[in-house]
């Protein structure tokens, strides 16, 4: 009886483990060099910041967040990052969030799942839940 | 007296429940708030569950600022569906095992109950979120399934033993 408890809980545990690995080990690194264009947008459609970025092998779009503007904050939910604050922009991830779109589509990613990619375009768009 | 004392009860399990959910927040989908209703749903009979659900609901939304139409009547369902299921058809099920498995199917009905007001947060395209949903949703199922296998039986004595104590 106990063994078969053991069983069943290290085949729950494997899938646990899985899926948690699934979540945190998602490849986000660049596969070369190149150059983005990130745009933050406030919820009045005002451009906050436009600015083009050169990014390196291996860099994530976090970084170059870090890097290149002013106010970011992320937080860590769990299993990745998400992007609360940038620039003069400031959400709570409840009633307000920042839309990300990539090449003029809504991007399935956050900011930690998303790989940089040459002339890629990036909206950073202050929105409210949309309910 | 038996009202008061079982409003109580019901105010006890209720605290119980909400703050170890506001505890785990910061790892979502681990939580014991599947294994807590199962367990209340056993012990305490429906009608004390129902209430202890509907409250948890409530609140829960209220906090985290959800309060919404499209939330909180889904969340109500997927929470609901345990008492629903384990005071009429499963009645009779005491077995940890076959209980696990009941949880672990629930993380999964909890999580396609919550997909419509998902989609309607996000805009989000219906497959891209059911995709991405399918590792939370393994998280929710077994997180369920190891609390009820490892801490049913325990708990589940304890409990009856307190309440036949203090005749409740």
């Keep these: ?131 | 007296m038996k009202k008061v004392s079982d409003l109580t009860l019901c105010s006890i399990l209720l605290c119980i429940l909400f703050v170890q959910e506001q505890l785990l927040t910061w790892i979502p989908n681990v939580q014991f708030t599947g294994f807590l209703i199962v367990l209340y749903s056993k012990v305490i009979g429906f009608k004390k569950t129902f209430l202890i659900v509907l409250c948890h609901t409530l609140l829960d939304n209220l906090i985290m600022g959800t309060f919404l139409p499209t939330v909180v009547p889904f969340m109500f369902l997927g929470w609901f569906f345990i008492p629903l299921c384990l005071c009429s058809f499963l009645k009779r099920v005491e077995d940890p095992y076959k209980l696990a498995f009941f949880s672990f199917i629930q993380g999964f009905v909890y999580s396609w109950l919550l997909i419509p007001s998902g989609l309607l947060m996000t805009s989000l395209d219906f497959k891209a979120y059911l995709i991405q949903d399918i590792p939370f949703e393994i998280i929710l199922a077994t997180s369920n399934a190891l609390a009820v296998l490892w801490l049913y039986k325990p708990l589940s004595k304890v409990l009856r033993e307190n309440l036949k104590k203090h005749e409740l």
Excluded: P, W
């Design chain 1, 1 to 131: 009886m106990k063994i078969k408890k053991i069983v069943v809980s290290l085949f729950l545990v494997l899938c646990l483990g899985g899926a948690i690995f699934l979540l945190r080990n998602v490849n986000n690194k660049a596969e070369g060099n190149g150059n983005v264009s990130i745009n933050v947008i406030d919820i009045n459609q005002n451009l906050i910041k436009s600015q083009s970025v050169d990014f390196s092998e291996g860099d994530t779009l976090r970084e170059i967040l870090s890097a290149h503007f002013e106010n970011v904050k992320t937080e860590f939910n769990g299993f990745s990052y998400i992007l609360l604050e940038i620039e003069t922009i400031k959400t709570n991830f409840t009633s307000s969030y920042i839309k990300i779109m990539v090449d003029d589509v809504y991007s399935s990613k956050g900011i930690d799942g998303i790989v940089l990619k040459d002339q890629m375009k990036i909206d950073l768009i202050e929105d409210r839940v949309n309910l």
